[in-house]
């Protein structure tokens, strides 16, 4: 239990499969390919030597892997954190690369403090916001950002252009360029990733596409005809060091370590989910906060900086097939021998190749098919779904996600601020009531109005509430009575019981009897609160429908018999 709880990810792993070893090493192995490049990379963002972006991989890979709930997430450098890191450090670093350093590591170490904070407060409830069609238009955002982003190494010159379109045209005017042995290189890479997968379906792809082309380089000096390759990466591991800093250095990280927390998490979640949702299992979004903020720690303890979920690294581990955490601890260990003793054959890796990867990853997580069921089902969350990749395109990953899931969050209060409702009646030979408006033969009870109103009655629709009600009644002939069907009413607030009072107020005016049938739940809790209940006169409040028009034909029958004077029922 405590396992399970607490180290879902070590939980897993001592139930772990034998026949899961094979693709767990390959997936392993691939990933370590990307990841490597990749953290040098991004550790240039921040300003730091590439070595840091290792050491901002190997203990937080096996840490998450040890307290993470996502089987196929990979924690690693990002370039969104990295480039809120590098906004962080450089002014107060002011050009000096050991304070860019150590300043560095002070903030991941916020980062991760906050990031569990908030796994302790159990603010993972944020993670509901985040739609399915919201997920899926993220993933797609992602694979083409990949592919706009990763298209430079493959065609040999850097392209310019911040965001996916400026890329594609800049790209579109530099087609003279192109540099053909570079070329030639990603595309043989694009030919072998796609066709190992068919042919030899049990070799990691990644890994032997990467492996060919490092060792085709190194063979005949590509490099000395422009092709593009890793360079000299110092060996070793960090020595461990506690930075210093002042009081006035620490607000300032303060707050910049909120942005990058929620970044963080943001990226993170959203892969972990959208992947976990692939492979039929669910993510605990309170338990994720707890584990990356470890991770980050861990990424600070190494001397590295903040970290959040890879997503390019998680594709590839997708794509090849990882069954379980063990692959992140396979990669971590696979660049920690790399960084001690390997660091030499690295520096023939081409970039082109890299490149080609990362291009079938996005490629991979672009779903087209999952469009089209959207489009059919809603075209609301369809288009939600695309403003969510064109956001995460135009405006970057974060404040993409915020406009759609504000747009999700708005028409959500719109369909509560005008929810349907219905004057019910009855159709022989269909059970329980229907709209009378759906059906021209619906059938009422002269005198009674049977009206219900289907959501929460709070301060922003209450008046629309009352309009309703009292317009069903205007429409009636002769009407006697009023049964308010209360079964949809999940709660109701002061505003709301406000609104009831005005209407049974109103409708009394006009002689007219309010009852309220199926009142449950914190309705009915707020109606015996506010004495409402106790305001209404004895008996109008019923525990079905059916048993409120009982009552209501009793009554009817007592008004013939002995007049007006006639209580109600």
Known sequence: ??????LPGLANLLHYRAEWFRPDLQAGLSVAAIQIPIAIAYAQIVGLPPQVGLYACILPMIIYAFIGSSRQLMVGPDAATCAMIAGAVAPLAMGDPERVAQLSVIVTVLVGLMLIGAGLARAGFIASFFSRPILIGYLNGIGLSLLAGQLGKV???QIEGNGFILSLLNLAGRLGEIHWPTF???IAGLALLIALPTRFPKLPAALVTVAIATVVVALFGLDRFGVAVLGPVPAGMPKLAWPHTNLEEMKSLLRDAIGIATVSFCSAMLTARSFAARHGYTINANHEFLALGVSNLAAGA???FAISGADSRTAVNDMVGGKSQLVGIIAALVIALILMFFTTPMAWIPQAALGAVLLMAGWGL?????????????????WLCVLTTVGVLGLGVLPGIILAVTLAILRLLYSIY????AVLGWVPGIEGQVDIRKHEDARTVPGLVVYRFDDAILFFNADYFKMRLLEAVQR?????????DAEAVTSIDVSGIAALREVRD??????IVLGIARARGSFLRMLVRSGLAREMETGLLYGSVRAGIRAYRLWRNKLRREGPSAEPV
């Open 1 to 6: 239990m405590f396992l399970s709880r607490w």
């Open 155 to 157: 065609v040999g010159f």
């Open 184 to 186: 030639a290189l990603g």
């Open 302 to 304: 190494s001397q590295g």
């Open 366 to 382: 672009i779903d087209i098919k999952s469009l089209h069921k959207i489009w059919k089902l809603s075209r609301f969350e369809y």
């Open 418 to 421: 005008q929810p349907t409702d």
């Open 476 to 484: 009636e002939k002769h009407p006697r009575a009023v049964l308010f």
């Open 506 to 511: 109103t409708l009394h005016a006009q002689g």
